[in-house]
């Protein structure tokens, strides 16, 4: 009895510990008089809140202006969001299920979760904090039990940091920026583009928002995000600053820390030039590891800050582009194992000399010119290497593609689907004077200035990819199915034939062959995928183990 009322005392005492170890004191509001403000409905997908307003573009995009301090956006952005939040929560949650389909480990990791981010809010400023508190008023009351609304909404700020390190998503695909000067643009003006090539299933894409914001200290700034989400991961200000985050590989966190898009949203509003972005990095701990380009008008070029949980190195390209891939090529980092690892078993550094190559290839550049290099598929020397391949520039995956003209403030951003529709350009300098004012639907983009579409939107090709998808979430399903599920021969042959020559499709018949049991197919899959470009080392280490393990087995 005396053991048995130890072990409750024990698992009561830490029970209490837990409980008060996780919680989060929501930020205190003094002037709460915003939420009183209510939605006004002006046009079919326009609402207003005061000056505030949200609408849909022709073009598909979703365009918001906020102006106030920290609370007073994150209401009104609550406010004006609250249906689209809702449909991007669900569509986050839904993919998080099919991550994890075991509800015990999913119960597991919120806590887990809960407890790793126990000191978060120590490491966001009082204005974010607030601004994320705002948003969380107006979320779902659906994912209550799951937690509390300003705890959600909180932690979902650093789900790409902590998904980024634990599950070594940042190597599952890669981000690819680059900014040329002077003679490598047609006008000698600074241009830079970026994929962001984040997958969060295909809906999860589906209502990009273009924000414009006028805060109450700081720059205006524009960004491109998505509902319930506060944080940049492309941005640019109207000092002509722009910011955009590359993953690079990290090493586990052992602690909570600022979430790197917040850090880049701190940049965009409180910095003009390149050494003043570098300064407000220097004072933030992050997560994990990242790269993030700098742009800027003032000092008319480009640099990368490169940042880990415990350094940070400023890279400046002494000619006239900079290529950011997902490694860090700062001198502080040459001799690190975790860089120098990466660099030689993911695809950053493929992708680093596959934009060198078609950089080389003309002298200078327009925006039209860059949007052919984000929308590239080929591999080096335009070797076909398949569709979706992590090595291409354009993997079909982006959330969106961004290009800048900072000293024109002039930002093209992609139409869906990933960058393959129009690039829509906007003028920020009409943007925030026209912005506060703004009573009647009507478009605000410049017109005159678009990209055309891909004509790959329109090809054979495409078509393909969407049924190579499809095969591939079909195939999927056979091989994680605890029933025997056969497929059709035709199913088999569709696959092969939408995307011959990429190694993706051959691993994955690999692994149905191998599920059904069939070894000697499985390794003729298998062998045939490594006749492919892979695209990273440890993928390529697997197909050959699993070719040797059925030699041996069969062997036997």
């Known amino acids: 009895m005396r053991v048995i009322l130890f072990l409750v005392l024990l698992f009561a005492g830490f029970l209490a510990y837990f409980v008060a170890a996780i919680h989060i004191s929501i930020p205190q509001i003094k002037d709460r008089s915003v939420e009183k403000l209510t939605r006004e409905t002006v046009a079919i997908d326009f609402y207003k809140v005061g000056h505030?307003?949200?609408?849909?573009?022709?073009?598909?995009?979703?365009?918001?202006?906020?102006?106030?301090?920290?609370?007073?956006?994150?209401?009104?952005?609550?406010?004006?969001?609250?249906?689209?939040?809702?449909?991007?929560?669900?569509?986050?949650?839904?993919?998080?299920?099919?991550?994890i389909p075991s509800e015990h480990y999913l119960n597991f990791l919120k806590y887990f979760v809960a407890y790793f981010n126990r000191h978060l809010p120590q490491h966001i400023s009082d204005e974010y904090a607030q601004e994320i508190y705002g948003v969380s008023l107006s979320a779902s009351d659906k994912y209550d039990q799951l937690a509390?609304?300003?705890?959600?909404?909180?932690?979902?700020?650093?789900?790409?940091?902590?998904?980024?390190?634990?599950?070594?998503?940042?190597?599952?695909?890669?981000?690819?920026?680059?900014?040329?000067?002077?003679?490598?643009?047609?006008?000698?003006?600074?241009?830079?583009?970026?994929?962001?090539?984040?997958?969060?299933?295909?809906?999860?894409?589906?209502?990009k928002i273009v924000c414009f914001t006028k805060p109450k200290f700081g720059n205006k700034f524009m960004y491109v995000t998505w509902a319930g989400f506060t944080g940049v991961v492309s941005g640019m200000n109207d000092k002509g600053l722009t910011v955009t985050i590359n993953a690079a590989k990290s090493d586990i966190p052992s602690s909570a820390a600022t979430p790197i898009s917040l850090l880049a949203k701190e940049i965009l509003q409180y910095a003009g030039t390149i050494e003043q972005a570098y300064a407000i990095a220097k004072k933030r701990q992050t997560f994990v590891s990242e790269s993030i380009l700098i742009g800027s008008a003032i000092d008319k070029k480009t640099a990368s800050i490169e940042k880990t949980p415990t350094r940070i190195d400023l890279f400046e390209e002494s000619g006239e582009q900079l290529i950011c891939s997902n490694h860090f090529r700062g001198k502080l980092f040459e001799k690190d194992y975790t860089n120098n690892k990466n660099i030689v078993e993911s695809s950053s550094l493929y992708r680093k000399f596959r934009v060198e190559e078609l950089l080389g290839k003309n002298r200078s550049f327009s925006p039209e010119e860059v949007a052919l290099i984000l929308r590239n598929q080929d591999g080096l020397h335009g070797d076909k290497i398949g569709l979706s391949n992590e090595k291409g520039i354009n993997q079909l995956i982006a959330h969106h593609s961004i290009i800048f003209k900072p000293e024109e403030l002039l930002v093209?951003?992609?139409?869906?689907?990933?960058?393959?529709?129009?690039?829509?350009?906007?003028?920020?300098?009409?943007?925030?004077?026209?912005?506060?004012?703004?009573?009647?639907?009507?478009?605000?983009?410049?017109?005159?200035?678009?990209?055309?579409?891909?004509?790959?939107?329109?090809?054979?090709?495409?078509?393909?990819?969407?049924?190579?998808?499809?095969?591939?979430?079909?195939?999927?399903?056979?091989?994680?199915?605890?029933?025997?599920?056969?497929?059709?021969?035709?199913?088999?042959?569709?696959?092969?034939?939408?995307?011959?020559?990429?190694?993706?499709t051959y691993q994955i018949l690999g692994d149905y062959y191998l599920k059904i049991k069939n070894t000697e197919y499985a390794q003729r899959a298998y062998t045939k995928a490594l006749t492919k470009e892979v695209a990273t080392k440890k993928e390529a280490d697997n197909l050959i183990w699993l070719i040797n393990e059925l030699d041996l087995n069969n062997y036997r």
């Open 52 to 99: 505030n307003w949200l609408k849909k573009s022709n073009s598909g995009l979703w365009e918001m202006y906020l102006e106030g301090d920290g609370f007073e956006r994150g209401v009104i952005n609550g406010k004006l969001t609250r249906e689209l939040a809702e449909y991007q929560e669900d569509v986050f949650i839904n993919q998080i299920k099919q991550l």
């Open 148 to 207: 509390p609304k300003y705890y959600r909404i909180l932690n979902y700020h650093s789900a790409h940091d902590i998904g980024h390190a634990l599950q070594d998503k940042n190597m599952t695909v890669g981000c690819t920026s680059f900014g040329l000067r002077n003679g490598k643009t047609k006008d000698g003006k600074l241009l830079i583009g970026r994929n962001f090539d984040f997958f969060a299933g295909q809906d999860f894409a589906h209502n």
């Open 412 to 504: 093209w951003v992609s139409t869906s689907p990933f960058q393959l529709g129009e690039y829509v350009c906007y003028d920020l300098n009409k943007i925030f004077e026209e912005a506060p004012g703004l009573n009647q639907k009507k478009e605000l983009n410049e017109e005159n200035r678009t990209i055309a579409e891909d004509p790959f939107l329109k090809s054979t090709s495409y078509r393909q990819f969407l049924l190579f998808k499809q095969l591939k979430d079909y195939f999927s399903f056979c091989t994680k199915s605890d029933f025997h599920l056969v497929a059709e021969l035709r199913f088999i042959r569709a696959i092969q034939e939408c995307n011959p020559e990429s190694y993706l």
